[in-house]
Every structure is written in C-alpha cells, then in structure tokens.
C-alpha cells in the first residue's frame, strides 16, 4: 500500500491518506500507523465512510478495546451504539438532537476541559479513534496539545520536579467542573479516584510527556491550594498556541490520538440547531506505567 503523509501542524498532528478503515487491517498498515502516532500523536484518516462494525474491528489491531461503561450507567445502561463505542454525539437514542434539559449535555460539557480520555481509569488509555459520521457545518473544532513537547519546553527544575509527582485522577471532578451537580455516591463508589505519574515515557516514541486533564483533583503531597496552582501553571504552559492544533471537522474524519501524550478539548457550536454524530472506540495500554517516577 502506498501512504501519504501530510503535517498539519509544525510540531505533531498529520493527515494519513491511502490508508482505508476496515475490519480487517493488514500488518504493513499497523506498522505505519503505529508508526505515524508515535511520532505525530494526532492523525486524521480522512473521508472514512464506514459503518459501527468496521469501526469497532479496526481498533482491535491497535490494543484491547475499552468499553465505555461509564458514561452509559448514568442512562439506565441505554445506548444506541454497539458494544466498545462511546456516544459523543449531542443526539439521543432516536438520532434527534438531545433536549436542552438531557443529563448527557450537562455531563458532556466537561468536554470543553483539556483532558486526556479516560485518565480515570487505572490503566491509561492508549488511543482515541473518533469517527465524526454528522459534523455541524462550522464551529465545533477538537483542539489537541502536545504534552511532549510541552514536557521538552520545561525548565530543567521544573522536570526534575514533575518527575518525581503523582497525580489523583477522579472522573467526577472533571464533570463537576463542568457545571454537573447530579452525582451520586453510588457513581462515586464505581469510580474511585486514580494515581497516574505526572511525568510518563510514552511506548515507542520514547519520548516523555505530561500526563494531566481535568480529571487531576491535585497532586500527592501537595495541599489543595498548592496542587490547584501548579495544575494550572502546568496546564496553561502545555496549551500554549504554540503546542496547539485546531481541527475542523469533515464527516467521515477518523481522528486517532494519543491520550498519553496529548490533551483535548471540545469547542462550543449551535448544539440546539445542528446534529453533531461522534463515535468513538478506545484502546487501552496493557498495564499502568509507573517507569517515569523517580
Ligand atoms: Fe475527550
């Protein structure tokens, strides 16, 4: 297979073409888009027009798929997706756009967070695959920052210190960030806080990246106020424009990126007026990493 490689941006995100999404991925594909992450960390397989089975094969080739339990329990388990996507789209079980008053839409604004997906769970997510099946015809861009070459920008104090920091990740933090008040204790209990690294080498790039997001409520040793600063001293340094890349998106955009290297963020649209179908499939790494920390 021939594939075309085109950089979006001047640090990391490409474009991929010549590279189809299908259920079956044969290995010299694997290769390359492995390849391709672990040195862009963003990559848009554009004009995808496929279906939820190839979606949910395809990521298969790319580690064990997670299942995204979390954000379905809040809705009595209801979904309209398959098994292994993630519904992030702004429509309901019949495909109409979500009334103003839904609990997904107030949950879903979280999303306008820098966040890395799923830095909730014990073992880190691997990659995103988001398929955008109806996309609003402007606004509603995904931003992506880099955290390696945010790490890499670092004071040289300042990396020996995140190196050695330890970071509490609770999923509800993020949501009630948000502006969601609707938790309750029983969904707390199913979703204990997490220790992740703040500083972690990422597999085969190699390369070190700040792991952080809207889910870190603060950091091990630290008071509240003291964490709450230096999140946000970390977090403002990492999405500097310099590390930003801005996507618009075109129905049939696969965006596959690193949650390990990477954070994310939702951009506001006219979610009331237009239909915005997003699914996504996660992978996850096969273990938590814990070789960065010293
Ligand atoms: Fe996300």
């Known amino acids: ?7 979006l ?3 990391f995100a490409a474009r991929v073409t010549g590279l189809p999404v299908t259920a079956d991925v044969e290995p010299d594909a694997v290769e390359f888009l492995e390849d391709a992450m672990a040195k862009y960390a963003v990559v848009v397989l554009p004009a995808q027009f496929i279906d939820d089975q190839t979606q949910v094969e395809f990521a298969k080739f790319f580690g064990p798929r997670e299942t995204p339990a979390v954000a379905t329990s809040l ?3 209801k979904t309209r997706l398959p098994k292994y996507l993630f519904d992030a789209s702004n429509v309901g079980m019949d495909g109409e756009i979500l009334p103003a008053d839904h609990p997904r839409r107030a949950i879903r604004k979280g999303d306008l967070n820098w966040h890395s997906d799923a830095s909730f769970n014990p073992v880190p997510t691997k990659w995103s695959m988001l398929h955008g099946r109806i996309v609003p015809p402007h606004g509603a861009n995904t931003e992506f920052c880099d955290m390696r070459a945010a790490y890499d920008a670092l004071s040289l104090a300042m990396k020996a210190k995140v190196d050695r920091m330890v970071a509490l990740h609770v999923w509800w933090h993020s949501r009630e960030k948000g ?5 309750t204790e029983a969904q707390r209990q199913a979703n204990p806080p997490v220790y992740h690294p703040v500083a972690r080498t990422v597999a085969r790039s190699n ?9 870190v409520k603060s950091i091990v040793g630290m008071s509240d106020a003291e964490s709450a600063e230096l999140i946000e001293e970390l977090t403002a340094h990492c ?9 618009f998106w075109h129905a ?4 596959i990126w690193d949650n390990r ?6 951009t506001p649209f006219d979610d009331m007026l237009y239909k915005r179908d997003m699914r996504r499939t996660t992978v996850v790494e096969y273990a938590p990493n814990w070789a960065a920390v010293g």
Not at 179 to 183: E, K, P, S
Request: aromatic residues 14%; contains cysteine; negative net charge.
């Open 179 to 183: 502006g969601f008040d609707q938790v």
């Open 75 to 77: 809705f009595g388990n």
């Open 1 to 7: 297979m021939a594939f075309g490689v085109e950089e």
């Open 207 to 215: 390369r070190k990246a700040l792991y952080l997001g809207a889910p």
């Open 252 to 255: 049939g955009d696969l965006v």
């Open 261 to 266: 290297c990477t954070m994310h963020r939702a």
């Open 9 to 11: 941006h001047p640090i």
């Open 239 to 247: 999405t500097q424009a310099q590390f930003v890349y801005s996507h």
